[in-house]
């Protein structure tokens, strides 16, 4: 009896596209058995998987998508979604690009669902989701949450929900590292202005802060933007800040962006970023490289996070890996001028 990829199977003739009963010959298997390992469906072994995917490889042999979404329920898409008012920021735009590079190479199309153009209700056409650091209170994460599909997301879900699978980084560490690196610099009453999210990510970031000022017997300075705020809407917290807090002598930003768009205010205060006033970006992003002083920033490595995620799903969609995995990305800490005091 010969086994997977044994049998020789002239190829296809010439001008005439491989079909996926050429593929299941080339592999000595069936065309249910070719098919399944092709999308990754069924009880398929490893080494079966194997065969067939060579003979495609070698065969040239490209599935004929609309065909096979009529067939099957398979549509060979994924969709990433992002709250509309984050749709424009840096970190989202590298995190889209890190998912839809991962996504194409393993076949896949991605679309991109926001809050501003998703039908209510509606159950999107596609064969998993992507989360970026979904936060329980956005009605269409709930609904997302309970389609069916399979769902990554970046950063754990506090909703009632499991996501299939979960790409993590320790911002527990990385946020304990940057307040470590104010205190070895001089700062001694580090605030911490947050977002009013309930994502995983701020909520981790608020209670480290707290924990931290708890275990050096400083005072929690903590002020709330709103979720989305504008730069005129971040300068007036922080603002306010120092005015109710005048010994504040280092300045945390949670929001992407926010660092530098207060930092025009920190100067009207009469502060010297650098200088008495420390400055500090928990996202990193061109603004804080190009700002003047550059601002020290944690390094949230948004197009590595998106590729992982949309690895991860592929992985899930195609059996190779169990639902339930959680993998962790490594963050970095980029020390600049505006903490070296």
Known sequence: MPTPGS???PPPRP???????????????????????????????GPTREAVLEAARRLGYAP?????????????????????????????????????????????????????????????????????????????VRHLMNTGLPVVTAERYAGDQQPT????SDHEASMTELLDHLRDSGARRPALIASEAT???SLT????HARWCADHGVPLVLRRAPVGATAEVLRGVARDLLAQEPGTDAVVCAPDGAAAAVLPELRAAGRTVGG????????????MRTAEPAITAIDLRPRAMGAECARLLCE??????PPGTVRTLPVALHVRASTRA
Not at 113 to 126: D, F, I, K, R
Not at 276 to 286: F, G, H, I, R
């Open 7 to 9: 049998a020789a199977v």
């Open 15 to 45: 001008g005439t596209p491989p079909t996926i009963a050429d593929v299941a010959r080339a592999a000595a298997v069936s065309k249910t058995t070719a098919s399944d390992a092709l999308r990754g469906h069924g009880r398929v072994s």
């Open 64 to 140: 004929n998508r609309s065909a096979r979404s009529l067939r099957t329920s398979v549509t060979d898409t994924v969709a990433l979604y992002f709250p509309e008012f984050l749709t424009s920021a840096e970190y989202s735009m590298a995190f889209v690009f890190g998912v839809a590079e991962r996504a194409a190479g393993a076949g896949l199309n991605v679309t991109l669902l926001s809050s501003g153009h998703l039908p209510q209700y509606g159950t999107p056409q596609v064969d998993g989701l992507v989360l970026c650091d979904p936060a329980p209170e956005d009605p269409v």
């Open 165 to 168: 699978g979960v790409v993590r």
């Open 199 to 201: 994502s995983d990510w």
């Open 205 to 208: 970031l608020q209670r480290t």
């Open 276 to 287: 008495d006033l420390l400055l500090a970006s928990c996202v990193d992003c061109s603004a």
């Open 316 to 321: 899930i969609l195609s059996g190779r890996t």
